[in-house]
Each structure stands twice: as structure tokens, then as C-alpha cells.
């Protein structure tokens, strides 16, 4: 039987130097690298047969969740920067209101099509992750 050192705190609520429960990145703010927020996070794509976090669905704009948009951005364009306490991408407003987007009705076909339209958007390396 293999030990371990248990804490008395709840896991899933808790964070490391490396690891984040999947509940606290929702609501984490991204921002551009001048500082700038644009928005936060929504929700995470899994990869379910690697377990690797493939997309994050940032929500963007609107008010009170009127006319507010779903931005799917490549995990690995976004940095976590301990100092905002958000994740960081190289992107600017102008640049993020002509990305692959959907609004709040809309449901998304998360297809080859559709992912390779986010990677090249994003320039990352295309997500292979897709049993189709």
C-alpha cells in the first residue's frame, strides 16, 4: 500500500505552485500583456483521453450576461502571471473582436474544422486530440 502525506484541506479548492482545480480557473480574468482585462475564463475544453486542458472558453463582453461573447482560445497561448492573478495572452481588443467567437445561444461544433480555425487563429500548434 503506498502512503502519502494527506492535508486536512479540500483539494479541490486549493491550488499549488503548478496545479489549479478546474473550478477555480473558471472566473480567473485574462489579460493582454499590456495590463488590459478581456475578460474571463468560461469554462475548459479536456482532452478526454489525455486529460490535458486542449481550449479555455473565455467570455468577453456584455453586461450581465447580455450581449456577452465565447471566445475559445489554445491553452497554450495563455501564461498564468502570479503577480494579476490571471492568465495572459498576446492579444489586443481589436485583435480578439475578429477571433473565432460564438455568442451565449449558440452551441459550437468542436470539430477538426473548428479547432484548426482557433489554432491558426492563435498561431499554436494545431490540437490533434479529435477521434474523428
Known amino acids: 500500500m503506498t502512503s502519502?502525506?494527506?492535508q486536512t484541506t479540500d483539494v479541490s479548492a486549493d491550488e499549488t505552485g503548478t496545479l489549479i482545480?478546474?473550478?477555480?480557473?473558471?472566473?480567473?480574468?485574462?489579460?493582454n500583456r499590456q495590463g488590459e482585462s478581456l475578460g474571463s475564463?468560461?469554462?475548459v475544453m479536456i482532452d478526454k483521453r489525455s486529460g490535458q486542458v486542449a481550449y479555455a472558453v473565455m467570455s468577453f463582453g456584455g453586461f450581465l450576461g447580455m450581449g456577452e461573447s465565447y471566445h475559445p482560445l489554445p491553452w497554450s497561448v495563455l501564461?498564468?502571471?502570479t503577480a494579476q492573478?490571471?492568465?495572459v495572452i498576446d492579444l489586443d481588443k481589436d485583435t480578439l473582436t475578429g477571433a473565432p467567437s460564438y455568442?451565449?445561444?449558440e452551441n459550437p461544433r468542436w470539430?477538426?474544422?473548428?479547432?484548426?480555425?482557433?489554432?491558426?487563429y492563435y498561431?499554436?500548434?494545431?490540437?490533434?486530440?479529435?477521434?474523428?
Do not use: M, Q
Not at 111 to 120: A, F, G, K, L, V
Open 85 to 87: 492573478g490571471g492568465y
Open 41 to 43: 475564463i468560461y469554462d
Open 111 to 120: 470539430n477538426e474544422d473548428y479547432t484548426r480555425s482557433i489554432d491558426e
Open 103 to 105: 455568442a451565449a445561444r
Open 21 to 31: 482545480a478546474a473550478s477555480k480557473v473558471e472566473g480567473t480574468n485574462v489579460y
Open 79 to 81: 501564461d498564468y502571471d
Open 4 to 6: 502519502y502525506n494527506a
Open 123 to 132: 498561431g499554436a500548434p494545431p490540437y490533434r486530440g479529435l477521434g474523428l
